[in-house]
């Protein structure tokens, strides 16, 4: 037996994980609920997470929470400056923006990377108070600005895996293992060798306050679409993979394209066949414990994915709507009823993501997946954790992001066609966890709400007469199939 497989043993057992979504909609509630049940790893989502931070501030801190976890950080002062510049006692005066959280971009800026550590410090200490289960935090690949920072404060607070999709996550085990030894970490701003133009990106413990010269390292799981895949990263990976999750076309959130030459159904979606199913015989000959995700929310999918070799399944959807979900409180049960009413639509659309990739996106009304709310809203990048470094004609590195105002993106070298219906997924999911902007005309941002194809099995879990469940009837409706969890 491996080191690795030795210290993350573990893994094993662990029959469901629960999908990092959104913006913090897999935020701390959720993922302390699900890894107290046996069996069961909680995971929360590290995509934004310094602005997330900086708007419960904002907002007043309801329960005290944030300034809970932040006492436990290994650096006051740095604590106490994220503090003074967010915190309000009695919350933001209604009609009033979030101020932000800053732009992040490859350069060192102190303030935005403390508040990124301590952001992820306090996600993660957070859902692993109060019981003995695991915990892991979701990143994007394709979101490599924020990646460092994020890493580090998540290890900092002990996190127990790091599962990483949306891209090719190669380089991410050997920063697991630098941070681990206190050892300084880089990461490529582009695919290719770094130069003057396009630096790499560093994180080195030695040169920041909270630093620490050893961190138990993560389990590490890529988001996989292809066994393919998944075999080169064994292979060429900077450092080890502890397993995979292997997530179809029918998840929510971002799908990997499929493969060759792209073909549209009716509406526009794209179709996904054979070529695009990973083998699960070719995943069991990897030899590391692999979960299947996208349309696995059932007791039937956990069954099946048990006798196809699996260790278990990661499911999203399903906890998504529970009520200790992120998402706001008042969409979350708008999805609700149209579910119990049996009128909800998901559509897989190949346009509204900046990144390129498909992206489920459930057609609700208020929602930008509405035409009419999406032309009427001001184009705006005021996030810009979407935004890709490019070196334009004059040789200067800039950022720019299809769903920005289109004048800027075409000065930055972009095409027109990039910039057609793409929707800002920076703000909207913001939105969708409760925390919109206020822009400077008084527009306040819309959701956007994505979900996959098991949308419909939120009807099996609400109670005859109720609209409402919890983490914990999800954990006993997946597992009545599996009584050997």
């Known amino acids: 037996m491996s080191e690795a497989e030795s210290r993350h043993g573990w893994l094993r057992r662990v ?28 995971v929360v989502s590290g995509t934004a997470i310094d602005s997330v931070v900086a708007r419960r501030l904002q ?23 994220v503090l ?91 920063i697991l293992d630098a941070f681990a030894e206190g050892r300084e970490a880089n990461e490529k701003l582009l695919d290719g ?77 794209p179709v996904y066949g054979e070529r695009d199913r990973a083998d699960n015989q070719r995943m069991v000959d990897l030899g590391l414990p692999f979960w299947l995700a996208g349309g696995t929310g059932s007791p039937e999918a956990l069954a099946a994915a048990r006798e196809a070799g699996a260790t278990g399944i990661q499911v999203g959807t399903l906890f998504a709507f529970a009520r200790e979900s992120g998402m706001e409180e008042g969409l979350r049960h708008q999805v609700l009823a149209a579910v119990r009413e049996g009128g909800i639509d998901v559509r897989t659309d190949g346009r ?53 105002p289109v004048a800027a993106y075409l000065a930055k070298g972009g095409d027109l066609t990039d910039t057609e219906a793409r929707r800002c997924l920076c703000n909207g999911l913001l939105a969708t966890a409760g925390y919109p902007q206020v822009q400077k005309d008084g527009t306040v941002e819309p959701p956007i709400v994505t979900s996959g194809d098991d949308l419909a099995h939120l009807a099996d879990l609400l109670p005859s007469g109720g609209d409402d469940y919890g983490a914990l009837d999800v954990v006993r409706y997946l597992t009545g199939a599996a009584p050997g969890l």
């Open 352 to 404: 509204s993501s900046p990144t390129g990739y498909p992206f489920k996106v459930v057609q609700i009304d208020g929602s930008v997946a509405r035409e009419d709310v999406y032309d009427s809203r001001p184009r705006v990048c005021d996030n810009g954790y979407l935004r890709e470094p490019v070196v334009t004609p004059t040789g200067r590195l800039a950022y720019r992001c299809p769903a920005e």
């Open 193 to 269: 060798p770094p130069s003057s133009e396009v630096p790499a990106m560093t994180f080195d413990p030695d040169q920041v306050p909270y630093g620490a010269k050893q961190l138990r390292r993560p389990a590490f799981l890529p988001i996989v679409s292809s066994d393919s895949l998944a075999a080169m990263l064994v292979r060429r990976s900077t450092g080890s993979v502890e397993g995979f999750v292997v997530e179809g076309s029918t998840a929510g959130g971002h799908n990997a394209p499929p493969r060759g030459k792209p073909v549209l159904d009716s509406i526009g979606q």
């Open 84 to 174: 003074d510049r967010f915190y309000l006692p009695y919350g933001r005066p209604p009609g009033t923006p979030y101020r932000r959280a800053g732009m992040q971009t490859h350069a060192d800026r102190p303030h935005l990377r403390d508040l990124t550590v301590l952001a992820a410090f306090v996600e993660v200490n957070l859902a692993r108070a109060g019981h003995r289960g695991r915990v892991g935090i979701n990143l994007m690949t394709k979101l490599r600005l924020p990646t460092l920072p994020t890493l580090y404060g998540a290890m900092l607070a002990g996190v127990d895996c790091v599962l990483m999709g949306a891209g090719i996550p190669r380089e991410i085990p050997g």
């Open 15 to 42: 029959r469901i994980i629960q999908g990092g979504m959104g913006v913090a909609i897999s935020g701390w509630r959720l993922a302390r609920a699900v890894a107290a049940h046996p069996g069961c790893m909680g």
């Open 59 to 81: 907002d007043g801190d309801p329960g005290g929470h944030m300034r809970q976890a932040m006492e436990d950080f290994p650096d006051q002062e740095v604590a106490a400056r």
